[in-house]
Each structure stands twice: as C-alpha cells, then as structure tokens.
C-alpha cells in the first residue's frame, strides 16, 4: 500500500497477519514494524522485480495525479 500522502522516504506499507512494515523503494530496507521473514523476503524479491514501477506509482502520488492504494 501506497498513501495518498505520505511521508518521505518513498516506501510501501506491507501487510500480513495483523502486523505491518514499511520498507524503502529504493534499497527494500524494513524503515519500521516486522512481518514473518518467509514474507518479508518474498515482499523483497517481489519489490526487486518491480522497483522501478513502484518508484514511479510513488512520484505520481506524491504529484497529486494517482489517489494511491494497493499496488
């Protein structure tokens, strides 16, 4: 998930069984919070394949012209 207006560093809200982590675009550091490590790494490798499209969702968002969400 991608706020509408969210705070910098660009990164994404993940979540899975009740709990939640932001992790940064650019490097898919955990910036805060935890998720089970199975999950975490394959949100990793996921993020890895799609960085690029995620960091321009994020550039959108931030320009007002994309309501944000799930991605």
Known sequence: ???LKDHVPPHL???FGGKEAQISIATGKV???TLPR???KAV???LEN???QVAYIWDEIRAGRYDGGMI
């Open 50 to 52: 799609n960085r690029d």
């Open 13 to 15: 809200h993940v979540f």
């Open 44 to 46: 990793q490798r996921w």
């Open 31 to 33: 910036l805060r919070g």
């Open 38 to 40: 199975p999950k975490m």
């Open 1 to 3: 998930m991608i706020y």
